[in-house]
């Protein structure tokens, strides 16, 4: 094939790409706090996606650069959204940063996005379980466990 075929092909795949939710998601918090936390969803859901969704929403794109989140998100035990963040060059790792203050305030952030967006109830749908997979573990005390129960859980497990 030529390469102005194959170029051609990349373009009008390229342009799809960047119609899909995730991408327009991407782009639309590429400078804003919220996009660190956009980039990492978008990575644990679609992990071998990234390169090729990195490279058409950010045409020449080589690298992610810092800050940005390194882990998937947990909910603490007061029921904040944590999660590991990397905030300069050759810097370790932050452990269990405050993202959100609470599930609500997650929800709420991504409903503004998608309202932005103008995104359609089946794209809202796909970028909240996204979210949902992001968050991959649940500490808080389960308040409905009986203590007396020996095959009770203490903590909540999503």
Known sequence: MHNAAIDFLWKVHADELREMWPARVLHATRYEP???VVLSMLAHSFDEAMPALLGC?????????????????????????????????WEPPTKNEVIFRDLAHLQKTFRIIADKLKLPDTERVQLFDCAKKWVTADMRLDPEMDPADPDARRLTVN
């Open 34 to 36: 919220i996009g660190m």
């Open 57 to 89: 929403v950010f045409p020449g794109f080589r690298s992610i650069t810092t800050p940005f989140i390194c882990s998937h998100a947990k909910i603490d035990k007061c029921g904040r959204v944590i999660a590991d963040v990397v905030w300069g060059d």
